[in-house]
């Protein structure tokens, strides 16, 4: 991997169409508390369909409580659209055409396609939360599709994080 993300340092910079128009630029971001980037394999997934949309149900308690929420793969913007109907994902923003050296400067891994529904090459799951001022905050990267965070879990988590300014974890690098 070419670029190491660490905790409260500057994320790369990630700018990417969405499907129904319009663009998710992480420098625009604006939330009250979090950006939460939440990158998935793709159509071919159902690991996907069933996390993301369970995202999507969960969509307003993210957004109450400061977050601006998005999703990204590698996939074309027809397959992006087609995620965004299947899966039901209503108000949740879909972004696509994630090339391999966005997956590479987020610390991602990158497969490529073993079956034929697979596409091509794909990031594999990565979830992240980064503050308004452009620091990652928390980073949850997967080399595999079934291990993904428990999204009510970390929801659970944010008062306690805000109520006593909990800094983000392993910037120890002695």
Sequence with gaps: MSHKLSPDAQVPALKLPLVGGGTFDISEENPKNFTMILFYRGLHCPVCANYIGGLAKMLED??????????????????AAK??????????RVAYDVTIEDA???GLWVSKAFKDVEADFFTEPGLFW?????????VDISN???ARPDLGNLLSKVN???ENDYPARGTFEG
Excluded: C, H, I
């Excluded at 995620?83 to 949740?92: F, I, R, S, T, V």
């Design 104 to 106: 590479k400067n987020w």
């Design 144 to 146: 595999m599709p079934w």
């Design 160 to 162: 306690y994080a805000l």
């Design 83 to 92: 995620a965004a109907e299947e899966w039901n994902l209503g108000k949740l």
């Design 130 to 138: 980064v503050r308004p001022d452009g620091r990652l905050y928390l």
């Design 62 to 79: 993210f957004e109450a409580q400061g977050f601006s929420v998005v999703v990204a793969s590698m996939n074309t913007e027809e397959l």
